[in-house]
Structures are given as C-alpha cells and as structure tokens.
C-alpha cells in the first residue's frame, strides 16, 4: 500500500468514525446526460441507447440517442451497457420509525388508542437512519412511512430517502390514513388455556361498527363549528374532501368486500388495499371500482397448507392480469432491514411469468399512481423529477442489481453506508495481511 | 333402580356389626336360557351362568343349578361381560393449576427429598386421593363399564393407579380390586408445579431417559442422599407401564424410550395411528384407543369455512377408521372413554367406528380381555369363565347394535338395573272409543320411554305420554282445541296386545277405554328390503403420506433419470458445463458426459435447463414437533431434534419446491449449550426416520449472546446474563465434563449422565458444535474455549460478525454459515453486513449461507447470489455457499453438495440459471426419488379444490341429518425461529 493510499484510508476511516451517516447532496447546480444505457421507463417500456438530460432536478430529455438527435447537456455519463431506471419505492414502511427491532428505546411506529388518524408518522422520521440509507445502494428511494398498530394507525407520509431532516425528506406530506380492518378470525389466549388456533371473529360486526361510528362521529364534528377542537375528528378531513386516501389493510375476501362497501357508504372514494393476500378472489370488485391494491410481501408464506407454494409469488401478477392496478409492499417481520429486497420481489413475480418490465411497474409507477405521487415520480419521463439510478445491470436481479450512481431530485446521493464503510475498512484490513 | 340389599356379601367378616345378626348369604343365582359371551369369542347359545359371592361359579348348557339358587329366566337375553376402561381419571380429581403467572420463569424443583423434576411424581398413588363417585360410575356403568383403572392425569411420571369395580354398595373394600395396579407417565407436566423444565417435547423425552438412568444408579446404591421419586419409580418397575403419548408421532417416539430401558409401555395413542400404521405396528406395543372423533365443521359460511385445512377435514372423515386399521393389523388395543367429554358419547362413536368396519369381536375383545391381559387379570376380569368376577352386562341383543338395549349392568355379582327387563314392548298402533267418537294412539319411540300421538279422524291431538312402572298415563286435548279441555287415560300394563283402564272425560266423569293394539305389519323388515342402511355407505378419502395437501398417495419410486443437454453445476473441477447429460441410477448419481445411453431411462429433456445438486440449508427450524429450544436449563445438551421430527411439516414441502433436498434441523438458541440436530434430507412423505442421515455426523447447536442472556425478554434469574457469564459456563460444564470423561473410561461405576455424555463427545472430537454468534469478542471467546480444552468448533452459524475476525476464524479451522443480509433487528446486529460471506470467503473461511427461517430457505438460491452483488463473488462460488460448503461444512459431501459420480443422486433441474431470481425448480430429487415436481404440483392444487368440496359436501349432509357440528377452526402451526420458545 502506498503512502497516498494509506493516507486516504486513513482518512476514510476518521470520516466514518466521525459521521455514522451519509452526508445529504446538494441541490442540483448544473445539468447532466446519461448516456448509452438502456432506460426502463416504468411505464412497461424500454429505450435502448438512451440519452437521458436532467436540469433543475428535472428530466427535460429521455429519448433514444440513435433515433433522435440530441444536443448533450452538462456532464456526460457514460452509462453505455448498462441500466437506468426510475427511483423504486417502498410504500407502507416504517423506515426511520425504528432503528433496531429489539430495542424498545428506538422504536416510534406504534402509538398506543384504537382511533389515531391524528397520529402523524412524518415527525417521528428519521433522516439519519442507517436502515434508510442501506436501502439506496439497491435502487429504493421514495417510501411512504406508515404508523402501525390500533384500528386507525394513523396518518402517512411520503419521503425521499437523502435528506438532512424529516422536513427536508417530505415528498407529500399526510398523504393517507391507515385503517387495520377487524380480523374475520382471532387466535385463541393460549396464555389463558385457550386452543391457539384461529376461530371466527365473534366481534367483527362490533368492531366494523365502531369504524363505522367514527366515521360518522368525524363527519358531523367537520360540519359544525368545531368550537371545542376534537384532533381524532378534524385529522379525518383529508379523507372526506378527496386529498387523503385511505389505506385499508386487509388481507381476507369477504373483509375486503365488506371495506370496499363501508367506503362506498362513507363517500370515500380514494381507497387502497394493502395486504390484499385474498384479493384474486374478488378482482372484479376492486376493478369496477378502480381500488388498487398494494400486495403483500411476495417473499411470505402461503397463509395455508393447502394454497399452492408459490402463490404469495404470483399473486400481483393474478391480479394484474385480471386489470387490478397493483404495487408491491413489504410490511412484516424485519420490514426494514428487508426494504432493500423490493426490486428482488418484483423480480420474483417475473419468475410466475409476468412481463420484467411490467414488474417493474409494480414498485415503480404503479406505487407512484397508488400513492399519488405519479405526476413527478415513478418513470423517466420528460417533465418529472430526476429520481433514478444507473445500474450496472438487470436491477430486479440481485446478480445485477450493481448501482453507480443514484439521484434524488437531481442530486447526487451517496451510495456509501455504514455498511459499506465496514465492507472496505475490513477489506482493507485483510488485504494489509497478505 | 333396584336396591341391593339381597346379597350380603358386603359386609366383612372381621368387622363388628351393631345393628343385627351377622347373617351370610351363601345362595347362588342362575341365569338361564341366555346366550353368554364367556369371552368374546367363545360363546354359549341357551346357556346358564351361576354366579355367587360376586363371582362367576360356572357357565355353559349344562350346569348343574344348586337347589339353593335364584333363577333368573332371561330367554331371548344376552350376556357379555362388562367394559373395562384402563385410562381413566374415575373418583381422582386433576389438581388446579398454579395461579399467578409470574414473570420470570422458575428452574429449580419445589420439592424436597424427591426428584430434582418437580414433573417426575411416581410416588403418587391415586388410592390416596380416590374418593368414589356415584354420579360418574352410574354414567360409567350405563355406558357398559364394570371396571375403570383410574390415575392421576398430572405430571410426567404420575405413579400408581387404581383399579375400582364401579359398584355403589360395600364401600372402597368391596370397589378397589387392586390399589397399584400399573403405573402411568405422560410427555405433560404437571399443573401442580411451575417449574421450567422440560419446555419441550424433546426434553420431556430426554427426562424421561435420565430418569430412568438415575434410577438404575440409585437402585445400585450409587446415590448417598435421599430420593423418594427414585424409590417410588423403582418399586413400580414391575407394574404395567402406561403412557399418554396423544399421536401417532409420539406413540413411535415413546416407544423408542421404552425400548432403551427394557420397558415396553402400553400406549395411549392419539386417533391417528392409521396414518403411519407400518411405524405402529413396528413398536410392537398395546394400544389403548380413545374414540373422540371429532364432529364435522359448520360449514355453512363459506367464508369461514375457506380457512379448514384438507389434512383437518381429512381427519373428521378417516379418525373413525383408526381403530379398524389397527385391527386389521394385528395390533392389540383397548378403548377408552378418556377425552370424550361423557361416557354417553361412548356408543355411539363406537358404533360409527364399526361402520368404518371395526370387527365386533374384536372391539368387544378391546372392551373386556385386551384390557383386561394389559392389566394382568385375564383371570379375573374381562370374560366371564369361572372364577373371573362376576361383571356382566344383560342385553336385549347383540351388543353393538344400534337397537340393542342395556337391561342391566352386574358389578361384582351386584345388579344395577338400566332398563327393566320386564318392561312390555308397548309401541304399535290402537284404535279406541270414547264416548262414541273414535281415536287413533300410535305409540313409538324408546321402549321404556315412547312417544304418543293421538288422532281423531284426520286431526292431532295434542298428547303426553308416561310409561313407568307398568303404568302408563296418556293425556290428549278434546278434538275441539279452543276450550282447551283433556281426556286423561290410565292403564296398568299387563299385555303388549292391548290397553285398558280409565279415562277421566274434561267434564270430570269417569269411564273406562279399552284400546286394541292393530296386527303388526313387518314394516321394519319390508323398509330392510327396500333400502338398505345408507349409513353403511361410509365414503373414506385415501390416506396419504403424509395425510394433507400435497401428500403421496402412494410413496414415489426411485427411478433411472437421464437428464439430456443440461447445463450442470458440478461443483466440482470441471465446473459449470454446457449441453451435457447426467444420469442417475439406483439412487446415485451413475454417469456425466455427453450422448450418454438412455436404454432403461426415463429420459427427461433438459434443453435451456439448469441441472445442480440440491440446496443445503445449514440452519433450519422447520420439521420439529413440540418446541424446538429445550430453555428450562442453560444447558440441554441431553436433548436431541432426532427426538422430534415432524416429517408432515409443509414447509418440507415447500422448500423441496424452492430446490432444498438437505438441511440440518437445530435447536433453537435459548441456551449457551442448545440440543443436539438432526441431518436430514427432505423426503416428503417418508417416516421421521427415513429422513435422518445414515451415519448421521453428530452435532450440537450452541448460542452465544442476546438470546442466551436472555437480554430481550422479562427474565433476569437464569445465569448467564453477561457475555463474562457465557464464558465460564462453558468453562463449567467442560471441566466437568472433562472429569466426568475420565471417570467413565476409568471402569469405575459412575452415574451414567446423558448431558454429559455429549460434551464428554465434544471434548473427544467425536461430535461437532455449529454455535450461534453475533459479535466478535464472544466468537473470538468461544474459539479461545475450545483450544484450552484441545478441540475445534465446526461452524459459526448466522456469524454476522465474522467478517471482523475471519483471519483468527481460518487460523481456528472452524466453517462459517452466515444470512447474506439480515440485520437492524436486535443491538447485536447492529454491524452486520451484507459483505459478510464474501469477506470470509476472501480470507478462506468455508462459508455458507443459510435461512433459519422457512420462508428464506425455499430461496437460499437467490440469498447465496446476493453474494455476487454484495462483494463480487463468482456465480460459481457462490452457488457453493448453499450446496457444497455447508455440504462440507455437515461432513456429508461425501455423500452430496456435488454432481459427481458416486455421489447421492440428490438434484434439482431448474428453469434458468440457479442463481437468478427467475430460475424455478422443475423437479427436486432425492437419491433418485422425484419429491417434487412442478407439474404434479399443479395437478395437485385441483385434487386439493376437488377433495376440500366434496368433503364440504359431506359435512353440510351430515349437519342436515340432525348431527352435530363443531365450528371452523384452524389448528396453530408456529413457524419456529432460534429465539422461539
């Protein structure tokens, strides 16, 4: 190792004892063309050769450079061979809502009370999370970060992944209410002798009641004079005037019937289905009524014994077949350490057959069209904010998912990590040996 | 009910008597022209039994009746001899269970002077807590028993029971046949005690096992201080051994203890023998049977219903048959009552178990001498040869039929009257005349209970019917129903042909009636001849193996494979090659080359396909029954999964459809020194021991860190609670070890301690540690450890921080078997890196990638290339951390993690290359067994939807036959992890 080598590593290693995390990148200054590679639009079309131009964090030119000409603009990046796509996102996640999973001092997505549409997840975010920025390496940078837990967990936010503070980090800021809805089947208290197993809720009807309620409680508090403020009620607003969406989580068929028609009774009419492990069987419904449905982690486990092994794999695809708009989430255990893994769930669905560039739909526009974040993010097209990577290859494969370098709002993001930082400092130890 | 008063018999003759003559009554009673059951097979048609003194003096056609007799004529009547129930809890009350669930869990026995178990009680006698219950033995004896053989339902050794003649008269001297009559043990602790120990089936096994070492050593007066357990468990080692095993899966592996110890223990079973009946039959034991068949699910919501398991709707249509397959199979049963929840229920499963085809010899052989040879009183109980007690049963009829009445139960020459023998059959047809209008009764129902309708003309008259004591009283309403007024009949009963007596009018006149029963038509016959019973139509879906979704109906052949123009992972020096066969043959893997012979096989075209040798998973929690951390010590090295392999887990299943043909199945990570694995290799459908390694290498799971102090969870009282602690357990249970070591080899008697045995293994490089480990000072400790008492660990498993140390892991010579990125979830992953393996790969640690988790495992193809991403590892080589370097890592790659000649022909035929996210497995085969394959997959996902409506079909007839049904419920199937306790 030569001195200027040492010196640098040195060097690397006071920075990495000095700052846990990446620092966020400046605004965009000057514009940039990737050229050569082959974009993936996200929209289920491909351009081979691209030239892609950002100005302003924007993307004023995505074309193919032989086809059309076009004048270079800025910086050329040379990206010949290899892949662009748009940012991937990760919806209902709890990134930055916790750090380490055991540890009860650093987990803030479960606030206690049933009825927390008031409880707002932006505030909790953590910019500096290690969690949030080992998930860009691997091409994931928007998520919509959701409370958990109660009937109504509370209220979403939509964040970029590079930023000094939460408020820096909002893309949209109290995008959707999340509603946890009643279980048809409860496990037996086995601490109370109970048989563990799953029986039929005997509360449910109480329980969709009590949504029921305060659905309609929320909107005669909205039309009075609010004289004595009532938080649970006026955080319900959003829902009732078409600029919050709400979440329905529920995975069951008849439980999705039933949600489908409580909002429809409730004049809610931007609603989402997260989970939706049942949905197939109701995939007419939810089209008819233009619900789209957020799929639950591919990579789980068939809730039975009997269902096919592989249809947590393919159950996006069935539905996308069947004209159901569809997006991946990755909820459940150890969701946040595993946000890295969404493009490897959509590549898993293109293993059930579906079109690659169809998938990539799924945590691309779909997401974006699902969230209401579509008119700037989720494709590379003229016009939206320059989110997305290049790829030294296919990016749903984990062979291939190799990133050089990644943008947010056409910012040049870090791809480094504390995990990188022990990857080399370690690297180097060992080379030191030979 | 008659009172017993006739027979003397009762009183003792040591006792003083105060209130009259001591008088003996010396008569004997006759029963004549019966047809007597002497046994069930040897049967006597218009037969006499003399009984007397409670006891049966003789039967047959010719006996001599003494003139000193009561003769009872029973002509028409049947005799068999009563039930005997050997597995009941009759007159002994289950103690309560302990309130006050604390916090933190409490290792140390309650008890003094008893065994260190507070579970282990065979110094329990259920005399001692006996206390005779009328209620329960009159249910007892309406349902046909005689005997019950009652213990203390608690515990794991529950010591002694108690046999009790469920007479109401003559007190416990006259009841109690015999007051240690076998000793019971069961897999359960008891409720009485808090105590941790065992948390598992398998520790309740290994218990078990200790015990019965401790007793050999205490017997031989190795043990200088007191043990009453011990004591008590030797004394009983002569009585008849009964354990609760509750399944087929525990009925093999109690039997295997038994065998250890010379004991061949009667088995409680649990229903479900049917399904491995060759593995029953195999532990040459008695069975005793319970008939609890469970009711069929409610249906009718079609939502609710969606959630039933074929295997659960499977179990309501076979359980019925469990005891026919028994049968059939030579394997000697009683039945019981136990966990029905009334005897009344006990008939009528019976009956449904006939249906299924039950032989009725043999299900009365199962009531009366299976029991009572499993007790060691064929000659006093269960038949009625001269001599044997005098418990009988009188019916109207062949016994185990469904019109068949029970007139009475004799109890030790006792009577206990259930029906009158001389009610009249009063049921039929009359006409009657009452002040000039004519009536119409039809009498049905139960003999001595029947139901009355009344007609005048075409009009129903509301009526009440009782029959009691030859009298019967009928009222009916006037025919005209707005005045509200009765008729009041009453007739004694002296004629089956007719009724007459008085009538009192609504007016208050009295008159008389006289009712003319009409000819019988042979009505019953003629609806005999027209229908046969429908319910002998009984439909059984086939058993498969195992018996759920995706089973084999008929377990699948090893075959001759030709793979034609694969791409093939060798594995080996010739590495990946192109457009070449591979064939396979007697379960090996026979030739690689190219145009090889196909003549003899079946030739499967791999064109565009990838063919490689099945994925080794290192870390695996999925295919164990009954908890897989033994945590009620800090060391369970006594332990072992082989104990308890569930060989019917899904998940087998699946991780066969994601290419998994080996893994190693670990005790979870509850304690420093964990229990001892299990190497298996994924057949599906095959017995929990055909799936084990022949010559299994032997290991050992060990943990380090959080989980092992106990750091995320409410417990602060179990050392260790450092990673300072950690350390000197190890050093602890080593040195003792060591010492314990030198003492076995010395010659000289020592108590044989099985915990010890195992490290003792350890120390003599006879047995392999793969050790759970997070940070680098606890690995570094543990490789420290080891070298003071000269032996190496095997393998780190999980290791995430192994990349931090790799170069001391080389040194060492110990194996890595790492996730390719997990981390965040607990503080000592905090460092954790997806670069692990590459780093230690780089530095030239033998590395795999592994799943502990059943989802990840059915796609340790897609993990190992995350490997290629994290740190650039060649496809080549990464492909090797799922196959060959745990293979290696396992001591089998002589066997597998390779295609080479020689080696098990255990492989798998993918769809793409392996280590993308596109690739399926097509077909993944075991020593030349296809376990799974694609496109029986897909066949299967109809016959599944195709049996699941039929037997819905089924269930919703039997619940508009009236019958009664049990709402939906899905049993709970925990998908274990190393921290699941």
Sequence with gaps: MNKINYISALLMLCFTITFAQQTPAPSQTEAFTITGATAHIGDGTVIENSVIIVENGKITACVNGLTSKIIFKGKVIDAKGKHVYP???????????????????????????????????????????????????????????????????????????????????????????????????????????????????????????????????????????????????????????????????????????????????NGITNMVIVGGY???????????????????????????????????????????????????????????????????????????????????????????????INADYGTLETGKSATLFISEGDALDMRTNILSHAFIDGRVISLETHQTELWKRYSEKYKSQE | MMLLCSFSIISQEHFPKNDGVKSKNTNYTAFTNAKIYVTPTQIIENGTLLIKDGKVIASGNSVTIPKNSVIVDISGKSIYPSFIDMYSSFGVEKPKRQGGRGRASQYDASREGFYWNDHVMPEQNAIDDFKFNKKSASELRKAGFGVVNSHMQDGIVRGTGILVALTDEGGDSERIIDGRSGQYLSLSKSVKSRQSYPTSTMGALALLRQMYYDADWYAKGGSNSKDRSLEALNANKNLVQIIAAGSKANDVRVDKVGDQFGIQYVILGGGDEYERINEIKATNASYILPVNFPKAYDVENIFLASVLELEDMREWNQKPSNPKSLADNGISFALTTHSLKSPKEFKSNLLKALKYGLDKTKALEALTSVPAKLLGKSNTLGSLKNGAYANFLITSGEIFDKKTTLFENWVKGQKNVLESMTVKDIRGDYTFNISNTSYDLSISGELSKPKAKVKSGKTDLGSKLTYKDNWINLTFISAD??????????????????????????????????????????????????????????????????????????????????????????NEKDGILKNTDVLIKNGEIAAIGNNLDSSGAKVVDATGKHLTSGIIDEHTHIGISGGGNEAG???????????????????????????????????????????????????WGESADNLLYKNTPKFIKFALGENVKQSNWQSFSRFPQTRMGVEQLYMDYFTRASEYDVKKKSGKPYRKDIEMDVLAEILNNERYITCHSYVQSEINMLMKVADKFNFNINTFTHILEGYKLADKMKAHGVGASTFSDWWAYKYEVNDAIPYNATIMHNVGVVTAINSDDSEMSRRLNQEAAKSIKYGGVSEEEAWKFVTLNPAKLLHIDDRVGSIKVGKDADVVLWSDNPMSVYAKAEKTIIEGVTYFDIERDKQSHEAIKKEKSELISMMLKDKNKGLKTQPIKKKDKPELHCDTI
């Excluded at chain 1, 946000?339 to 691309?364: C, H, W, Y």
């Design chain 1, 87 to 265: 940012g991937f996102i990760a919806p209902n996640s709890t990134l930055g809502l916790a750090e380490i999973g055991a540890v009860r001092a650093t987990r803030d997505f479960d606030e206690i009370g049933a009825m927390n549409p008031h409880i707002r997840s932006i505030i909790a975010y953590n910019a500096e999370s290690k969690v949030v920025e080992s998930v860009r390496p691997n091409g994931v940078l928007i998520g919509q970060i959701t409370p958990r837990g109660g009937t109504i967990s509370g209220t979403s936010s939509i964040v970029q992944f590079d930023a000094w503070n939460w408020e820096d980090a909002t893309l949209k800021v109290d995008d959707g209410i999340h509603l946890n809805w009643p279980n048809s089947f409860t496990r037996g208290r086995w601490w109370l002798g109970e048989d563990p197993g799953l029986k039929a809720n005997k509360n449910y009807a109480k329980e969709v009641n009590n949504i029921s309620t305060f659905i309609t409680e929320s909107k005669a508090y909205l039309k009075g004079n609010k004289s004595t403020k009532n938080l649970p009620y006026d955080a319900m607003q959003g829902l009732f005037n078409g600029s919050q969406k709400l979440y329905v989580h529920v995975n069951d068929e008849k439980g999705i019937t039933d949600a489908v028609d409580f909002a429809k009774t």
């Design chain 2, 481 to 570: 129903t707005t005045k509200q007024e009765y008729f009041r009949l009453t007739s004694r009963i002296t004629k089956t042909n007719n009724l007459s007596g008085k009538v009192i009018l609504p007016n208050g006149n009295e008159t008389f009636f006289f009712a003319q029963k009409a000819e019988k038509e042979d009505s019953e016959d003629k609806k005999k001849g027209k229908k046969p019973d429908t319910d002998k139509d009984v439909k059984m879906m086939p058993v498969t193996y195992p018996n759920g979704a995706y089973g084999f109906t008929q377990l699948p052949k090893q075959e001759t494979i030709l793979f034609k123009n694969a791409t093939v992972w060798t």
């Design chain 1, 278 to 372: 049942q949905a197939f069987k109701v995939a007419h419904l939810l089209k008819t009524n233009n619900i789209p449905v957020l799929v639950r982690r591919v990579h789980s486990r068939p809730n039975s014994d009997d269902d096919d092994y592989d249809y947590p794999y393919k159950l996006a695809k069935l539905l996308t077949d069947q004209g159901v708009l569809v997006g991946l989430e990755n909820s459940g255990q150890m969701e946040r350490a595993n946000a890295r893994n969404l493009p490897f769930q959509a590549g898993q669905v293109v293993s059930q057959g579906m079109n690659k560039e169809d998938a990539l739909k799924l945590i691309t526009s779909n997401t974006a069209k699902i969230l209401g």
């Design chain 2, 633 to 683: 010590h800090n060391s369970s090295a006594e332990v072992t999964i082989e104990d308890i392999i569930n060989p019917e887990d899904i998940g087998i299943y699946r991780n066969l459809a994601g290419g998994v043909t080996s893994m190693q199945i670990l005790h979870g990570s509850a304690n420093p020194i964990g229990g001892r694995s299990a190497i298996v290799k994924l057949k």
